[in-house]
């Protein structure tokens, strides 16, 4: 089977991409690198681009008959689409639908799209099933609706079949230590703790300690970056048996607290990790934990790596690899 994987040079990309690799699959990688990395791309064909390069893009398609599209060439940071709403609209929403009508055109019908717990905004129960009230709170979350809707349109249109995957938190690296986690800047926590653990930066800011949790600090669900890129494959295995499309929230199911987080990270690496204390931010959710059962029952997803301490290790053993 041929795979277009558009944004495989990224985090979450670049792990997918060496998933289907072994798997056999043939692979093209499509990236700006405007985020992510060239040795990143540990197999498949390389091709530099863009989303907006419209002709790019029609002739990649055209000549390459692709079985699948895997979508990962998201904006991700929430407090930028804030200040930089157009950034996002423009990379997140309209050049999605320039994949999406090149497509159409090729009559390559299968699609499993990189969506996000944010298309939620602020829980109203939590854990958070598919059903929930969709009310997103910021551009990045809203920009990420659109494109669901504009699926769901273009499946009764055009017959394009897509799987959406929402994801809450991707956590973790390569358990290899091939891979890992390089953004610029880094907002994720497991990642700032684990450089503040190995020096890169003088501490870990906690925000708010009183929040309505066990221990005060917000809870969120982390999934490990491997099962997350076998739950994509598992999805795009369903387009192909002819089961259709639809959306599933990706989490493992238990929420770790901030404390939490650092006290593992603590344990994981044997070091102290100097943590300052900030006040609340605007919009953060005490807790955001992830109903995960209809992927589980539909898609037959059962992670292997949903314990924190091994979400932590293998994500030191990439950050750790990178000290000095």
Known sequence: MRVLVVGGAGYIGSHMVKLLCQRGFEVTVLDNLSAGHRDAV?????????????????????????????????????GESVREPAKYYLNNVFKTQYLLDAMVAHRINHFIFSSTAAIFGEPLRTPIDEDHPKNPINPFGRGKWMVEQMLSD????YGLKAVCLRYFNAAGADPDGELGERHEPETHLIPLVL????????????????????????????????DLCEVHLLALQRLWDGAGGGAFNLGNGNGFS?????????????????????????????????????????????????DLATIVAHAWRWEGGREG
Do not use: M
Request: overall charge neutral; glycine content about 10%.
């Open 42 to 78: 540990k197999g498949g064909r390389f091709v530099l681009g863009d989303l907006g390069e419209r002709d790019l893009l029609d002739e990649l398609l055209r000549t390459s008959r692709f079985d699948g599209v895997l979508h990962f060439a998201s904006h991700i940071q929430v």
């Open 154 to 157: 273009y499946e009764v249109a």
């Open 195 to 226: 450089q503040a653990a190995a020096g890169r930066r003088p501490n870990i800011t906690v925000f708010g300690t009183d929040y309505d949790t066990p221990d005060g600090t917000c809870v969120r669900d982390y999934i490990h970056v491997t």
């Open 258 to 306: 901030v404390r939490e987080v650092i006290d593992t990270a603590r344990a994981v690496t044997g070091r102290e990790i100097p943590v300052v204390y900030g006040e609340r931010r605007p919009g953060d959710p005490a807790r955001l934990v992830a109903d995960s059962r209809r992927a589980r029952a539909e898609l037959g997803w059962n992670p292997r790596y949903a």
